[in-house]
């Protein structure tokens, strides 16, 4: 029997171990435990709320087997390491004969909720519960009969004396007594007024009963008669042992972490050290042993090796249902919980700094863009942020109550969060200020969003819900994915491939940035609660009771890690390649310790070569179990994929690479990269860019396109290359005037390109032009003015305010039309690319009288008198189509038209007024003018 007890639990340590290596549980379970039972010395077993654990070495280490009820264990016995039962808080009975491995149910036809169960022997079994109930088996817990009923009252305790004698009290605090092995009952009453919680007889007539408000009694009598006993508290008593071979010494339980102990058969009790303020459920000794072991809520175990004179704690938990997780290195990371938890661990978990807000409600969702600096969202529309850690947060205000499930920001400013009834909000200043992103799904629940980059982005939710976003989350559109189930978790694998999980199984990826989809086959049907990627091959989901998967191949396959746990998982997070977390319900906390190769520090081989084979290796670091995959781009492995050395013939010129990473079977290291540039036979060099005119003494840049593997050979005449020899650009400083070239050739390892050349002309800053040649005598006319023009200088021209340059601005000859009488000064200045030369200037004086001359020909144009007050007369004589008549002031401000006749030889004019005054004549070919002066 015992060899077999070993095997067995030998065969759950080693399934224990064999995934300790690379899941295992850090700290203890949380789960409000409510009974210990020890069936020898070394096989003890302990329940409660969803947890069933086992024990084969005396309560040194403990196992966590499979409970058949997610809810409360509210007792249980155990014949033996195989045989057992155990009483479901809805009133169900489970049987296992294989040690919990599989179980079967029982439920009363009238539902009655059971509160004690006990062998009697290894057939008979005896159950009591609510309303005076009481059922046996005598069949081992196949098939129950009803025993009799004699009180209306929940029956809360009993206890054995025999196989045949037993005791039992109620929450009237009667006392109920069988002498048949609990088929006939009769009850008794102890006179007094307190629901009565416990009892335990030592004898056949001393015997001990503790319950509400502190209150013990005893019988001396077997139950006929009862005393007070003083505990001196009121606190609330579970449960009361004896020694069993010291019937003197006893233990009594309550909440609020109290143990009372007496050593002289209860004559006295004093208050022991439970080292806890948890409530304390039950108590066992360890058969043979001064040792006994307690259990409370909150994981708590605690145990004493000299009948509870002194207690030390050997298990602790935190009973608090974790809901999400994020590391942000391999020992540094965030919980978060109900009843506004927030814990922060700076070594792997092992121990915990509270950063908890002092509210009721539930965090659901965290998200971290730096060690310090992240947000916290929950119930309620409730979100906060921390830039130091969580010593402090700021309560943002999102403009909601609905509950915020899933967050997802691009730095500390910018983010997103989305939630119950189909929020969708995003801020950009930290949070301060939210705006609502209607997307008109108000009867969905959002659960998780993600970005592929900052335009692409995803977010899931109830009913098979995915929306898509291409512009930055500010429109969505629904996306089809054939499925009803609950989706929970997003996680990137690269910038255009995605996985989602879900309820019942379902999980779905996309490699098209959520486009489209198709489903995973991982061979599981439980809830899956969340998902991460490590790289684009090696994932991990966590799920309902236990469950966490793995993947190396980016979702094709899984297998299945053992947890030792059938707790739900509710989040993982990895810290970097080798550690990860995982947490969940109760408390669990769980790490990933895998390590994966060591990352690759060179790889050898040319990296400058022309269209060839070539081998490129790596240092072997004699790593048990790993291989190496190599990737290359631009080229073809032809030998080696998973060893140290590899033969790769390259198909396409340009800038390629090498890359190579370890594998082995925790996953993958990180990628090493060389970039390797291949060359093909050198062509001409596209045109020289740069200037063709320059100035000498001066610096340019000349540059054709550049090629990855080529290098250029720069020659100038007239110059020097003072940077940039080798490459497509250089600098050149011109030394010598007048026409000069350029010109660069290409080699790589494939051969010499040829030459391609540009012509220069360098110049220098241009001399003063020569003489300007022209009138410089003028009246109001248009004159004509040049120098000798030079290749590549502009000339420059100006007259101040003596008239207009009519054409020729920029060249070395001009018209200038003169408009104001007085000396004016002409100048032209050369200019080129190298700057302005000096200056040649002509004064011109521009006089109306005296450089207007009077036109000679076949005609007479005469005017008189003149001068004249006023009045002239004009004759014209072989002036052929007069076509106009004007007359203007020195200022070229016209005074008076005269209209014209053909045929008519003279033109009377009066009342001209006073000064100097120009008559313009005009006819089809010619302009003529003749001056008049009025007194």
Sequence with gaps: MKRALFLVFLGLFLYQEGYGQSWRRVGDWGNNYAAIQWVDEQVGFIAGENILLKSIDGGLSWIELKSPSRGLIVDFSFFDDRQGLL???GGEIYRTDDGGLNWTSYTHPENILWKKIRHLDNDLIVV??????????????????????????????????????????????????????????????????????????????????????????????????????????????????????????????????????????????????SRTNQDVSSLAFRPGTNNVLAVASSGFLISSNNSGANWAIRLSGRANDYTSIQFTTDLRGYLIGERGLILLTGNGGNSFVDRSRPISLSFNALYFVSNGAGFVSGVNGNIINTTNSGANWTTLNPGTNRDINGLYFFDFNRGFAVGERGLISKTENRGVNWQTVPVGWNETDFHDILFFNES??????????????????????????????????????????????????????????????????????????????????VGFITGYEGLILRTFDAGATWERLPT???????????????????????????????????????????????????????????????????????????????????????DDPGRNAVLVRGQNNCGNGNTTAMEVVVSEEPDQTTDIQGEGVVCVNTLEEYHVDSIPGTEYFWEATGGVVRSGQGTA????????????????????????????????????????????????????????????????????????????????????????????????????????????????????????????????????????????????????????????????????????????????????????????????????NAEYKRKILVF
Aim: glycine letters at 12%.
């Design 87 to 89: 009483l479901g808080e």
């Design 729 to 924: 650009r250089i600098t050149l400083e011109w030394t010598n005037l007048s026409d000069q070239s350029i010109s660069v050739s290409t080699t790589n390892p494939c051969g010499q390109g040829p030459t391609t050349q540009k012509p220069i002309r360098v110049i220098t800053i241009p001399d003063q032009p020569s003489p300007i040649e022209g009138p410089d005598r003028v009246g109001f006319q248009e004159a004509d003015y040049e120098v000798e023009a030079l290749q590549d200088i502009n000339y420059q021209w100006t007259i101040g305010e003596g008239g207009e340059i009519i054409s020729g601005q920029g060249t070395g000859s001009i018209r200038v039309n003169w408009t104001n009488e007085g000396d004016h000064e002409l100048v032209v200045t050369p200019m080129n690319a190298c700057n302005q030369g000096p200056s040649q200037a002509l004064s011109v004086n521009v006089n109306l009288i005296t450089a207007l001359p009077e036109e000679k020909g076949p005609f007479h144009i005469g005017v008189f008198p003149s001068p004249s007050f006023g009045d002239i007369n004009i004759t014209i004589e072989g002036l052929p189509s007069l076509t106009y008549l004007g007359i203007f002031n020195t200022l070229g401000q016209k005074i008076m038209d005269i209209p014209t006749r053909e045929g008519q030889f003279v033109y009377p004019v009066t009342n001209l007024p006073k000064g100097l005054h120009v008559l313009v004549f005009r006819t089809r």
């Design 128 to 273: 009591a519960g609510e309303a005076g109930n009481i059922i046996r088996s005598s069949d081992g817990g196949i098939t129950w009969q009803s025993g009799n009923k004699v009180s209306p009252a929940d029956i809360n305790d009993f206890h054995f004396v025999n196989d045949t004698l037993g005791f039992a009290v109620t929450s009237e605090a009667s006392l109920l007594k069988t002498v048949n092995a609990g088929m006939d009952w009769v009850e008794n009453p102890t006179g007094f007024d307190v629901s009565l919680n416990g009892v335990h007889f030592t004898s056949d007539s001393i015997g001990y009963a503790v319950g509400d408000l502190g209150a013990i009694i005893k019988t001396v009598d077997a139950g006929l008669n009862w005393q007070f006993i003083n505990s001196g508290i009121d606190t609330d008593l579970r449960d009361v042992v004896f020694h069993p071979s010291f019937p003197l010494i006893g233990l009594v339980t309550g909440g609020n972490g109290t143990i009372l102990r007496t050593d002289n058969g209860g004559l006295t009790f004093l208050a022991a050290n």
């Design 564 to 650: 030792g746990t059938f707790q739900n998982f509710t989040g993982v997070s990895f810290g970097d390649l080798n550690v990860g977390y995982a947490a969940g319900e109760n408390g669990i906390f769980y790490q990933y310790t895998c390590q994966v190769p060591q990352d690759v520090a060179t790889i050898f081989g040319e990296g400058n070569i022309c269209l060839s084979q070539q081998i490129y290796t790596i240092q072997d670091l004699e790593e048990e179990g790993t291989t190496y995959e190599w990737r290359v781009d631009g080229g073809t492995i032809i030998e080696g994929q998973g060893s140290t050395r590899i033969v790769v013939r390259w």
């Design 456 to 537: 692409d982005g995803l977010v899931i939710g109830d009913r098979g819900h995915v929306l898509l976003s291409s512009d930055g989350g500010g429109e969505w559109q629904q996306i089809n994915l054939t499925s009803t189930a609950k989706l929970n978790a997003i996680s990137l694998l690269d910038e255009e491939t995605a996985i989602i999980v879900g309820e019942s199984g379902n999980a779905f990826k996309t490699t098209d940035k959520g486009q489209s989809w198709s489903r995973i086959q991982t061979a599981h049907e439980k809830n899956f609660t969340d998902v991460a990627f490590l790289d684009e091959s």
